[in-house]
C-alpha cells in the first residue's frame, strides 16, 4: 500500500535558525497537504499543493511539491517559539477519502 | 462558522461502560471522519463518511460503532473498550474528499 514517509522525527533549533522537513511517497500523489499540531492540540490545515514543481510561501513558510509528485518539503526561515508544534504531511490513499499521513516532524524552538 | 466541535473534551469510562462522543460542523461539509491518534503518532483514521452514508470502515473494531444523523452531526458509539483503546479522537469534516481537512479539538479518552 501507499507509505508517505517523513523525515526527520525530530528537530530541535535555536530561535532564528531555519528548518526543513521532507516528504515523500512510495507512489505519485494527485496533491500533498500539510498540517500542524501545537502541543496538546489538533491538527490544522496550514496548504494543499496539487501542480508538479509547485512552490507556495506563507510569510515565513515555503511549501514545495517535487517534479515527480512523490516529494514535498517545508521550509521555516528564522524559526520563532510559535512555530513549536508537529508537521505533519498527508497524501491521498488509494481509496477515495483516505488520507496517508506522515509520521511527523516535532520541531521544538529554543528561545 | 468554520469550525468543528467535538463533546466531551475528556472522557474516563470504564471497560463495560457505553458512552458516545460527539461532533458537528456547520460548514456545510459533505465528508466526516473520524481518527483515532496516539502519542507522538500521526491521527489514524478510523471511518470515512460522505454523504451521511459510511464510505471507508478502516477495520476498526465492533467495539466503535459510528453514526451519521444528519449531514452535520457524527457520533462515534463505545461499548466494551480495552485500555489500549485510550486515546485523542479527532473528528475531520472537508468539502469532500479531495479538500483540506479542518479538525475539531478532539476528545482525549481513557479507557480503565
Known amino acids: 500500500g501507499q507509505q508517505v514517509m517523513q523525515i526527520p522525527q525530530y528537530q530541535h533549533v535555536q530561535e532564528g535558525e531555519d528548518f526543513t522537513t521532507y516528504c515523500n511517497s512510495s507512489t505519485t500523489l494527485s496533491n500533498i497537504q500539510w498540517y500542524k499540531q501545537r502541543p496538546g492540540g489538533h491538527p490544522v490545515f496550514l496548504i494543499q499543493l496539487v501542480k508538479s514543481g509547485e512552490v507556495k510561501k506563507q510569510k515565513r513558510l515555503t511549501f514545495q511539491f517535487g517534479e515527480a509528485k512523490k516529494n514535498s518539503s517545508l521550509h521555516i526561515t528564522a524559526t520563532q517559539t510559535t512555530d513549536v508544534g508537529t508537521y505533519f504531511c498527508a497524501g491521498p490513499g488509494a481509496n477515495a477519502g483516505k488520507s496517508t499521513f506522515g509520521d511527523g516532524t516535532t520541531l521544538t524552538v529554543k528561545p | 462558522d468554520t469550525e468543528v466541535t467535538q463533546t466531551p473534551k475528556h472522557l474516563v469510562m470504564g471497560m463495560t461502560n457505553k458512552k458516545s462522543l460527539k461532533c458537528e460542523q456547520h460548514m456545510g461539509h459533505r465528508a466526516m471522519y473520524w481518527y483515532k491518534q496516539k502519542a507522538k503518532k500521526p491521527p489514524e483514521l478510523m471511518f470515512v463518511y460522505s454523504y451521511e452514508k459510511l464510505s471507508i470502515n478502516e477495520s476498526v473494531p465492533s467495539r466503535f460503532s459510528p453514526e451519521c444523523p444528519n449531514s452535520s452531526l457524527l457520533n462515534l458509539h463505545l461499548h466494551a473498550l480495552q485500555p ?13 474528499f479531495h479538500n483540506e481537512q479542518f479538525f475539531g479539538p478532539g476528545t482525549r479518552l481513557t479507557v480503565l
Open chain 2, 84 to 96: 489500549e483503546d485510550s486515546a485523542l479522537y479527532l473528528c475531520a469534516s472537508s468539502q469532500d
